[in-house]
């Protein structure tokens, strides 16, 4: 989703978009299918740039890390970013602004930068998709995994080992 941005009124553009589908990678190495992307926004113009402040929400497909089973999780998260020249004025404007109005409007935003007047949404949404995905993937945060003995899914079936094989320490009650 490019943007032309030369043209950007004072109250800005609003931004309604269904992105469709995506495959991202999570830092596991483990796959994700999103599907049913919607993102809502807005654009402004402000001294030296561009804020851009919005939503996205997702049905993401994971792996379970401890029983490897796929599930549906429904993702949503508010974000708010910069994009600036790539030039120390640029940037400098934005912090004198920033100071002007008591130093903290900007405080914590990502910075992206901006090259000519257009904007390309789509990979800054793919990124703040993949910075909601959770750290240690679960399907419950209750799930037993699979017995490291026999391979037995815990939470749905008994374990097949005998009691002398397993180590008492690997498994989780």
Do not use: W
């Amino acid at each position: 989703m490019l943007l032309d941005i030369s043209d950007l009124e004072a109250s800005g553009l609003r931004i309604d978009e269904n992105l469709g589908n995506l495959d991202l990678e999570h830092a596991d190495g483990s796959q994700v299918h999103c599907r049913a992307i919607r993102t809502s926004g807005r654009l402004l113009q402000i001294q030296g740039g561009v804020e851009f402040q919005a939503r996205f929400g997702c049905l993401a497909d994971f792996e379970c890390c401890r029983c490897l089973d796929r599930f549906e999780r429904h993702l949503e998260q508010d974000f708010r970013l910069l994009f600036l020249p790539n030039s120390s004025d640029a940037r400098a404007a934005v912090r004198d602004a920033d100071e002007d109005a008591g130093g903290d409007r900007f405080a914590g935003v990502d910075h992206y930068p901006l090259e000519g007047h257009t904007v390309e949404l789509e990979a800054v949404i793919e990124e703040q998709i993949n910075l909601a995905f959770p750290l240690k993937v679960l399907c419950s945060e209750s799930c037993r995994g699979l017995c490291p003995g026999c391979g037995s899914a815990l939470d749905r079936e008994e374990c097949r080992c005998s009691k002398n094989d397993v180590d008492p320490t690997t498994i989780r009650e």
